[in-house]
C-alpha cells in the first residue's frame, strides 16, 4: 500500500509535468521559433522534467 507521502508526490508530478506542458504550449503559441529554438526549448523543459522527477523521488516532502 502506498503511503500518503507517495500519493501526494504522485499528485505533485502530475500537476508539475501539465505546467510545464502548459509553458511548453504558451511559448508555442506566443513566439515564432525555428526549428533549433524549438529543439531547444523542447530538450530543455525535458531537463528540467527530469530534475524535478529526481527531486520529487529522492525528497522527503516538508
Sequence with gaps: MA???D????EL???IYASIDRIY???E??????E???????????I???????VVKTTPLS
Design 36 to 46: 533549433i529554438r524549438r529543439d531547444n526549448v523542447i530538450k530543455h523543459l525535458n
Design 29 to 34: 503559441q506566443h513566439f515564432a521559433m525555428d
Design 13 to 15: 508530478m502530475v500537476e
Design 25 to 27: 504550449d504558451s511559448i
Design 48 to 54: 528540467l522534467k527530469g530534475e524535478l522527477y529526481f
Design 7 to 10: 500519493k501526494l508526490k504522485a
Design 3 to 5: 503511503s500518503v507521502q
